[in-house]
């Protein structure tokens, strides 16, 4: 495949436009319906963005990420274009401005030419809660795309665009990422600006790129990365340099042990232990940690979650924007109402448990001992990189499962986040790797953490991985 340096070399010399890369995209785009990955595009107005980047490269300036082509996903704000988050609620809402992340992919010189499928809310680890009906995996369409941003990482993983955003609150990039075979990297908390992301759990939610080469992730990073003025959350760090070298020799790389438990799928253990003599013949050394808190994660998690989710969604009420229901008698009725049309199972159900959370009889006994845990939690990493500079841990407990193969069982949906959902927690990086495939052909992966800012170890020992599996 060629990368984002080749692209742009040919674009230097006349050999392709950015309107022949981005028509291409449409036609696949358009092609693949079947997937449901990309759930809306606007052709005209994609390729007449195409043609202005066209015409600064004839006036001399070659912008950072001319030739990228990018889905958003439907949380992300983009000026003119719907914003619905995969929700009835929100009908047909068109944003009236861009996202920081959005604007700064423009300003670099990407081209946006579609929508990502997801789950609702981005509540939803599969992208089978859509108003849209589930995407498919393009290795399998008969199993899931993993989520919530499901549609983006299908929509780079069938060759649709050359990289998409994503968000993250519990691994909602890397999971889908590891289903279907491309990189996909989370952020630390406050690297990317949040501004023009609908909100699901403001301390957790993060803009996350995709992608199918660590070039690839590492450019659309260095473009929508740093301080925005807009979101008080948001850092000014030195971006990763463009360079990051292929050694991984003298890297010092912990083994959390409560992340290889015996129940691990045999598969996805069976590429963790590739990585690790891949690692260790790169002259990596691997270090045993422990992270004694991580199995009070995914509870924790799900308590500080829908808690920041019952308070961000309570402006959904039909008065101001999107879905009202008719001929309601009373405000009450109309809220009611409304709500209980727009929104799916899964987001009542989030709705309701974390309201039952912060209710006066129960905040403390959950929400505030939630708060109190996930200190724990972020303080497990912090000790343990005192000693090691990354952590290496599968990104998931299987491979992709098969579509309707876990919505009766909300519980058994929620532990597919079991190895994302602490990096959240805690606001750390987290890079997830393509790692091989199982006997059936379906991606698996893994799954690198590091230290706040800590971005660009991950990319070097990701492009070291995947200059090796090239090379085998």
């Not at 989520?147 to 909602?172: F, K, N, P, W, Y």
């Not at 091989?436 to 660009?456: I, K, M, V």
Request: aromatic residues 8%; glycine residues 10%; proline residues 6%.
């Amino acid at each position: 495949m060629a990368g984002l340096r080749d692209i742009q070399d040919h674009l230097r010399d006349g050999r392709i436009r950015v309107e022949d890369l981005v028509a291409e995209s449409l036609e696949r785009i358009a092609r693949s319906a079947p997937l449901n990955a990309v759930v809306y595009t606007r052709p005209d107005d994609t390729l007449e963005a195409a043609r202005r980047v066209d015409e600064r490269l004839r006036g001399g300036d070659l912008p950072p990420l001319a030739g990228m082509t990018v889905v958003l996903k439907d949380n992300i704000a983009q000026d003119g274009w719907p914003l619905t988050c995969a929700s009835r609620i929100l009908g047909d809402f068109v944003s009236p401005y861009d996202a920081t992340a959005t604007a700064r992919l423009k300003a670099a010189g990407a081209v946006i030419v579609g929508r990502g499928n997801m789950d609702e809310f981005a509540m939803g680890s599969s992208t089978e809660h859509s108003r849209f009906g589930p995407a498919r995996n393009p290795l399998d369409p008969e199993r899931v795309t993993g989520g919530s941003s499901g549609g983006s990482a299908a929509a780079v993983a069938a060759d649709l665009c050359r990289a998409a955003l994503g968000s993250e609150t519990g691994g909602s990039v890397r999971q889908p990422a590891a289903f279907c075979g491309v990189y996909g990297l989370k952020p630390t908390y406050g690297r990317v600006s949040r501004f023009g992301l609908v909100a699901f759990a403001s301390s957790l939610d993060q803009i996350g790129p995709l992608a199918r080469s660590v070039e690839d992730l590492a450019a659309v990073f260095r473009a929508i990365a740093g301080k925005d003025p807009r979101d008080e959350t948001s850092e000014d760090r030195p971006l990763p340099v463009d360079d990051f070298g292929l050694s991984v020799r003298g890297l010092r790389v912990g083994l959390p042990g409560e992340y290889f438990l015996p129940g691990l799928d045999p598969e996805v253990a069976a590429a963790l232990e590739m990585v690790k003599r891949q690692l260790q013949e790169g002259g990596a050394e691997l270090v045993d940690v422990s992270l004694p808190h991580t199995r009070y994660a995914i509870p924790v998690y799900y308590i500080v979650a829908n808690a920041e989710a019952s308070s961000n969604l309570a402006r959904y009420d039909g008065v101001r924007y999107g879905l009202r229901a008719p001929e309601a008698e009373s405000l009450e009725e109309l809220y009611v109402r409304t709500r209980s049309l727009g929104f799916g199972d899964e987001v009542k159900r989030r709705i309701m448990l974390g309201t039952y959370a912060l209710s006066a009889g129960y905040y403390e006994a959950y929400y505030s001992r939630a708060l109190k845990v996930r200190r724990l939690v972020r303080q497990d990493f912090l000790d343990a990189f005192q000693t090691v500079d990354l952590l290496l841990t599968p990104t998931t407990p299987t491979p992709a499962f098969r579509l309707g193969e876990k919505m009766a069982d909300p519980l058994a949906m929620y532990l597919s986040d079991v190895f994302t959902a602490p990096a959240n927690l805690a606001g750390i990086p987290g890079l997830s790797v393509p790692a091989g495939r199982t006997a059936s052909g379906l991606p698996l992966a893994a799954q690198f953490l590091a230290p706040d800012f800590g971005e660009e170890v991950l990319f070097r020992v990701g492009k070291y991985l995947e200059t090796v599996n090239e090379s085998a």
